[in-house]
T-cell receptor, first 112, second 115 residues
């Protein structure tokens, strides 16, 4: 059974701080890792994906992947109240036949 | 930007009715998915498709059925709606990994209420 674990939160950070969201996964064969943001009552939207060990930056977002330790994290710099949402981690094995496994999501609250 | 559409956005229907939730995408993606999500809860995969004439059941036992006659269209049908079907239904699509990383793009969702 493939598992993707996230702390449900809520994670509360002040405006302007760095928010750090973590995700661990059980399947060592996982190759693709995705972060989605989901506002309350809305559908998930892709923030970024990462395949290689290390960091990947996109604007205020940085994804970090450590395959040896089987975790992937998302850093949000200069957090804004508009970043308040649930962040979903998804993990996928290589190949076209595999379906992503989603975590339960971490609720982030950025307070002014 | 992803172009994936779902209709209706909101639906209130009585028990026992047959309903079809529509999902269409204009990106030419081969893979499509249906998820069910209750408020504040995790996503549950109920059906997916690798391409035309390909459909598979997901992790969540569901009384719904799907079809994939055209690449862009992946409708979900409930033959007899029950109050336990009340939920949000999300459609998603992705390319095969040979083309991209296989990231999914989600439609806006259909919020279904069965009375």
């Amino acid at each position: 059974q493939k598992e993707v674990e996230q702390n449900s939160g809520p994670l509360s950070v002040p405006e302007g701080a760095i928010a750090s969201l973590n995700c661990t996964y059980s399947d060592r064969g996982s190759q693709s890792f995705f972060w989605y943001r989901q506002y309350s009552g809305k559908s998930p939207e892709l923030i970024m994906f990462i395949y290689s060990n290390g960091d990947k930056e996109d604007g205020r977002f940085t994804a970090q992947l450590n395959k040896a330790s089987q975790y992937v994290s998302l850093l949000i710099r200069d957090s804004q109240p508009s970043d308040s949402a649930t962040y979903l981690c998804a993990v996928k094995e290589p190949g076209g036949s595999y379906i992503p496994t989603f975590g339960r999501g971490t609720s982030l609250i950025v307070h002014p | 930007e992803a172009d994936i559409y779902q209709t209706p956005r909101y639906l209130v229907i009585g028990t026992g009715k047959k309903i079809t939730l529509e999902c269409s995408q204009t990106m030419g993606h081969d893979k499509m998915y249906w998820y069910q999500q209750d408020p504040g809860m995790e996503l549950h995969l109920i059906h997916y498709s690798y391409g035309v004439n390909s459909t598979e059941k997901g992790d969540l036992s569901s009384e719904s059925t799907v079809s994939r006659i055209r690449t862009e269209h992946f409708p979900l049908t409930l033959e007899s709606a029950r109050p336990s079907h009340t939920s949000q239904y999300l459609c998603a699509s992705s390319e095969y990994e040979r083309v991209s990383g296989g990231e999914q793009y989600f439609g806006p969702g259909t919020r279904l209420t069965v009375t």
